[in-house]
């Protein structure tokens, strides 16, 4: 009987991580698909791409907004509403729909298409080894988070010496940085989805939102790196 008890258990531990799983990954395919038809439609108008990079200030605008909602998300999630959570994931992923039309101007569409699809790939195969593998990633976690302050720094500095070499260097560091990081935060997410209460239906929606955030900036990040690494340019 004890036997049978601890069964059940185990089963409905599954289940809720499955639950949970199953949101994060359906809310982050909603947010790219959104940021996919934004860039597009964007990309495909004349008119919107002149109203945003038209003016220097724009995108810079563009930038602080999507900044701003990330910060709030991470902050402040667990305050908010579900609708309202979901909402500002929604809108995020908009505005980089947005920003990101720009790189139909300078990829031609074979070289964003195969980034996509390498992206994707390596997206998965990471996700299904943070899942299933027995190993803490935990010391992993804090290195990787380290090499993206440095990543970061290399860019801002990058951005002054303009040294393509460097480029190289920054986009492939990238790539390394932002795999590892899809491995670890699904391992992540699946330790929050093992306490995750799912007779609360809002709390589970906002750790699914703020889920679907982190695999979203990751898959997003990788894309852009592998692009920059192996796009060429309409030059």
């Not at 004890?2 to 809310?27: D, G, I, L």
């Not at 491995?183 to 589970?204: C, H, I, M, S």
Request: aromatic fraction near 10%.
């Amino acid at each position: 009987m004890p036997f049978t008890h601890s069964v059940a258990r185990s089963e409905m531990a599954t289940s809720v991580v499955s639950a949970y799983m199953r949101q994060v990954y359906q809310w982050m395919t909603a947010g790219l698909a959104l940021t996919t038809v934004v860039s597009y439609g964007v990309a495909a108008s004349p008119a919107l791409q002149a109203t945003i990079f038209g003016n220097a200030i724009v995108p810079i605008v563009l930038l602080v907004a999507q900044f701003g909602l990330v910060i709030a998300l991470s902050a402040a999630v667990h305050k908010m509403s579900a609708g309202t959570a979901t909402g500002l994931f929604l809108l995020y992923s908009a505005l980089t729909g947005a920003t990101l039309s720009s790189i139909f101007v300078v990829y031609p569409i074979a070289s964003i298409v195969n980034a996509f699809l390498t992206t994707t790939g390596m997206f998965l195969a990471m996700s299904v080894y943070g899942s299933t593998t027995k190993r803490d990633l935990t010391a992993m976690g804090s290195f990787l988070f380290m090499g993206l302050i440095g990543l970061c720094i290399a860019m801002v500095v990058n951005l002054f010496l303009q040294s393509s070499m460097m480029d190289f260097v920054i986009s492939c560091v990238g790539v390394l940085i932002f795999t590892g990081l899809t491995a670890y935060d699904t391992q992540k997410l699946r330790q929050f989805g093992e306490g995750a209460p799912l007779n609360d239906g809002t709390a589970v929606r906002r750790g699914a939102i703020l889920g679907a955030l982190t695999l979203y900036l990751d898959f997003i990040n990788l894309f852009l790196m592998l692009l920059r690494l192996f796009g060429s340019n309409r030059d």
